[in-house]
Each structure stands twice: as structure tokens, then as C-alpha cells.
């Protein structure tokens, strides 16, 4: 079904305010699922809700801890968000930094004892939306195997950069691994089987029953011990189509997020009391290099170009965040798609908090 982002965004800053979040932490989170609904990113929109509302419960997250800042310089901040979610700590971090970078010219953050914090993209956008560069990465629970490995150790990883343009800005926003544990969890909602080689079991051997998947993503990512399988690094199963890259990179990820921050490792947040992710941030000014309107020029007209390749037969070449910018566009008028099993959850957490839950259109 669908729903209006409206009426979503109001439905949640409701949840969000019976759970005991601030009015502005919670219109925050609000904003950050209903963006990434609007963008077509419903790995990481409503569907979130009964996960963060579970890990609310179980004091993973504290609605009502205030972040803390340990260290600041006038190019840097190292800050605790303080074991509440990690788009309230972030946000803030990232607004900070555009503040510096636009008086020196980049800065960087980084956030330890951090929860999940939505789409890396989201707090690029902010940078890109004030002319700066930015990048945007996370640590999360250990969900990847590594080159040749049958247990999961390293985190789906997101990673996100930011350069301004017109009509809209670049936006590069992924996981490091092969996919985001968000988009298993999508299929195994509508009752879909994983199209590609993502996932393996405890042999390596590639799984295609989304559902088997979500189940032993669940018991990797919250069991201490470890049961094998997980999710694929960029790159796939085998080691001859360079399945090493995708585990480097994830790795990069790892150090500076919590070796940086001084906090968990992926492989670490699912023992007892190790809930903790980290995060990274850095803006950058690009005038410090030319002129933001040439740069800009320059930019546009290498995508341009890319657009207008010579392509297959029925496809298209877009660059990272055409398909965000349209979906966006098109959703905002036609409603945001909600699977059914979403909607039951959501109906559960209206009826235990007394609030009506958005209806379909």
C-alpha cells in the first residue's frame, strides 16, 4: 500500500514522542525515515520502526541521553552520542562541521557509542546543500564474511559522498558489502527471493531464500557466537572477481570509524554491553581548489557526458542519485510504498502507544 509522507512523518514523530525522545530528536528521526522512503530506500525508512522500537526496550537505545562532546579543535570534534540513536549525534556533528569547513576549509568528526543512523546520505546532502563536500561512513553489527571466510567479522559499512550540482548534487550512498542488510530484509517481507549471489551460510555456499538469510542475519548480528554465513563483501563469492577490493574497503570503513573513535569493531557490537557503532564525517570546501561554479560546470559536464554514452538497448545510464531525485519526486505526490508486513508492525506499535496509524491512498 501507500501512504502520504505526511501523514507518515506525523504518525512518527508521534511513536517517537511516546517513546520519550525529545520534540526535535524525534522530528529528526521523523524526517530521516520519510527521506529515505521519498528516495525509494525503504531499507532504511519506516521499516525500521519495530527494530528501533525493539532495541528501545532492550536500553540499546536511551531516548533521553544527550550526546556529549570529549574533544574539539577549530578542524575537529570527537564526540559521545551517548548510547542514543546515531542520526541525533550525527546531525549535529555534521552541522557543526559544515560551520567550520566554511570558515577553514574542511574539518572532520568522529562518534563513538552510536546506534544505527539511517542513510549515510542524508547528512551528506547537508554539506552539499551549503556548496562543501561531504563524506559520511559508519560501522555497524557484524554481518560480512571476508574473502575466503565462512563467519561474518565486518559490517555492511555504509559509505556516502557528496559533491554539489545541478539539477542535484552527486550522491554516492552504499554499503561497503555487496548489499545492506535492509534490502534482505525488504525481500523477506514480501515474501521474495534474494536475485543475486549476497549471502552464504555457515559453508560459503550462496542462499537465495531471503527469509533463511534474515533468520541467520539475525543470529550473526545479535548472538555472540558465531553460527557462520553472512552477507558477501563487494565483489561477490569467489576471489577472481576481486572479492579482496570489497573486504579492503570495509576494512577502511572499520579503522575510521570505531578504531578511530575508540570504540567497537563490527565483529565486537554483538557481545554483551558492546551495542556500540562509530561514525565518521568529513566536509571539505572545494573553493579551496577553484571556483565552486566552475567546479560545479566541470562536474555537470562529465555527468553529462556519462548520460549520453552509447548503452544497451532498453537501459539507461544514471549517475548516483538520478534515481533518488526522481523516486523523490514521484512519491512525494503519489505516497510512499509500505509492505504489508510493515503495515502489521505499524499497526502493533499504533495500537500499543494509542495512535493511529497512516492510512492508505
Known sequence: MRISSLSEKKFLEKVFAARQFSKSDGALLADTLVDADLRGISSHGIQRLAWYTRMIKEHIIEPQNKLKIIKETPTSLLIDANKNMGQIATAFAEDQLIKKTQKLG?????????????TAGYYTRRAAKQGLIGIALTNTRPLVV???????????NAFAFTFPAEPHPFVFDGATSIVSSGKIQVLAKNNQPIPGDWAVDDHRRVM?????????????????????????????????????????????????????????ISADTNKPGHHDFSQFLLTINPELFGNLDDLKKSAEEMFDRLRHLKHLPGTEIMIPGDREYRRYAENLKQGVVIDDKTAAELKTIGEELAIPVPEAI
Open 106 to 118: 574542511l574539518s572532520v568528526a568522529v562518534i563513538r557509542n552510536s546506534n544505527h543512523f539511517g
Open 146 to 156: 571476508p574473502t575466503n571466510a565462512t563467519e561474518a567479522f565486518l559490517g555492511s
Open 208 to 264: 537465495h531464500d531471503a527469509q533463511k538469510v534474515e533468520d541467520n542475519l539475525a543470529k550473526v548480528a545479535f548472538t555472540e557466537k558465531q553460527p557462520g554465513g553472512g552477507v558477501l563483501t563487494l565483489g561477490g563469492l569467489l576471489q577472481s572477481n576481486s572479492n579482496y577490493k570489497g573486504f579492503g574497503n570495509s576494512l577502511v570503513v572499520e579503522l575510521l570509524t570505531g578504531i578511530l573513535a575508540q570504540g567497537s
